[in-house]
């Protein structure tokens, strides 16, 4: 049973009447109509227009296999007509989710055995924050209960979640953080580094975690959380000094390690994990996108020897979702896994498709007069857009200029994300070199009507 068919107008008038997106101003939405995606292969979405879309987000940021795998549509509907669900609360197991806990098990370094499941980004973000809590209540330190993270951090959109994030409009809502969160600036050299190597400012501002930790006192503080590439807060990728420093800085007060490895998890980087390719080691870490490449809802946190060891002499976790462990959901992420080992996927990005797109992007886009920052690592990859670039200077509106950059791309059938002025893309992993050159020469046609649709504007 398929969709009923319609037309554009009549979809795009009921969405209006009756459906209220996420992160969006509806009634502008409303106005304009939204775009009704209805098909997808590769890197490749199609429109209800019949356009052909390049998909230079995957998704967002979680197709990481591609679009169409039958692998995946398969095993879900065989896991559906065995056994749909059942739960995992009550002294039972399935064979789904134990066989995606020992995969996982695998692909993740040693010392990372344990495994809880959620449905979601934002859940296993507030899954961790309970259990960080929890674990240091069964250590006996009951005041540590802080967990620090970074302003322009995203950490998803439970209360939880968005309040350790550090994104401000998401806490003008909803009085927002909750007490026990703090904030410290994010590591971006352009903007905060003024005359430091980038090196030399990695240290910086890993520092500025200690003197946090140092302000609310060690003894309360239960943990530091950073994505190890800053997502939503624009691909901010910190300098090879931070996150080994970020560590040393942790153990010396015995404040637990966290990597929100929801974007940079399942080889984003070009590594499994992004930790991997910075070199540290968490004591937890969140995952979800890129873990069933976004074909089902399911997220996993991984947990670390030691708190594992505390959390199963604790007796009681109090925590659990209905579908923690769902059956189809963990079915289709065990094949996405073996589909991106067994192909290959993660080390072509690696050693191919990685340093091809880095290469090429920077060639395209740093001949853009208002183009600086261009950076990237694996397949994620941003540059800023900025007034001028020999005083390093932003726009003073910070995100007007992104936004109307983001439009061109997307009337041009390419989706690329403006997070304020950084233009970002992740496509899904299994981009191919040809679909890199096509992306970018639609890209490049872009950046030219931009830069003169800028000057027309008069804001620079
Ligand atoms: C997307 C994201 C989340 C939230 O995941 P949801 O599945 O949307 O709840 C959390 N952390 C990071 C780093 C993310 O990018």
Not at 79 to 106: I, R
Not at 219 to 242: H, R, S, W
Not at 243 to 259: G, M, N, S, T
Not at 414 to 419: D, F
Request: charged share 25%; proline share 4%; glycine share 10%.
């Amino acid at each position: 049973m398929q969709n009923q068919q319609r037309t554009t107008e009549q979809w795009r008038q009921l969405d209006a009447a009756h459906h209220l997106h996420p992160f969006t101003d509806t009634q502008s939405l409303n106005q304009q109509g939204a775009r009704v995606m209805t098909r997808s292969e590769g890197i490749y979405l199609w429109d209800s227009e019949g356009n052909k879309i390049i998909d230079g987000m995957a998704g967002l940021w979680c197709v990481n296999i591609g679009y169409g795998r039958k692998e995946l549509s398969d095993v879900a509907k065989s896991q559906m007509d065995e056994l749909p669900f059942y739960n995992t609360f009550f002294k039972t197991t399935h064979p789904a989710v134990v066989e995606l806990s020992h995969l996982l098990a695998q692909v993740t370094p040693a010392g990372y055995e344990h495994v809880f499941y959620t449905n979601s980004g934002s859940e296993a973000v507030d899954t961790m924050i309970r259990m960080v809590r929890h674990y240091w209540d069964v250590q006996g330190k009951k005041d540590k209960k802080t967990l620090i993270g970074r302003w322009n951090g995203y950490h998803g959109s439970t209360i939880g979640g968005s309040s350790l994030g550090g994104m401000k409009y998401m806490h003008e809502q909803g009085d927002l953080p909750i007490p026990g969160m703090a904030h410290v600036e994010q590591p971006w050299w352009y903007k905060y580094g003024k005359d430091l190597s980038p090196d030399e400012f990695g240290v910086v501002a890993a520092r500025w975690v200690e003197e946090k930790i140092l302000e609310i006192g060690p003894e309360k503080v239960a943990a530091f959380v950073g994505e190890p590439i800053q997502g939503a807060g624009g691909v901010i990728i910190p300098p090879a000094t931070y996150w080994p420093e970020v560590e040393r800085i942790c153990r010396k007060y015995d404040v637990l390690l966290v990597a929100d490895e929801v974007i940079c998890g399942f080889g984003r980087t070009g590594e499994w994990f992004g930790f991997e390719h910075f070199g540290f080691r968490p004591d937890i870490f969140t995952t979800a996108k890129g873990l069933s490449s976004g074909y089902l809802p399911i997220g996993a946190v991984f947990v670390g020897e030691r708190v594992a060891q505390g959390l199963i002499a604790g007796g009681d976790f109090n925590h659990g979702f209905t579908y923690s462990g769902h059956p189809v959901a963990s079915a289709v992420a065990r094949v996405n896994i073996e589909l991106l080992r067994d192909e290959g996927i993660i080390d072509r990005v690696k050693n191919e498709t990685g340093p091809y797109m880095q290469k090429r992007w920077r060639e395209t886009f740093s001949q853009f007069e208002h183009v600086d920052d261009v950076r990237g690592v694996g397949l994620i990859q941003a540059f800023t857009l900025v007034k001028d670039k020999s005083k390093r200077e932003l726009f003073p509106e910070f995100g007007d200029v992104g936004l109307m950059c983001r439009d061109i791309f997307f009337s041009n059938n390419l989706i690329m994300r403006a997070c304020g002025d950084h233009i970002v893309s992740a496509p899904p992993l299994v981009i191919s070199k040809a679909e890199i050159d096509e992306m970018l020469g639609v890209a490049a046609r872009c950046m030219e009507t931009f830069e003169r649709k800028l000057k027309d504007s008069g804001l620079v």
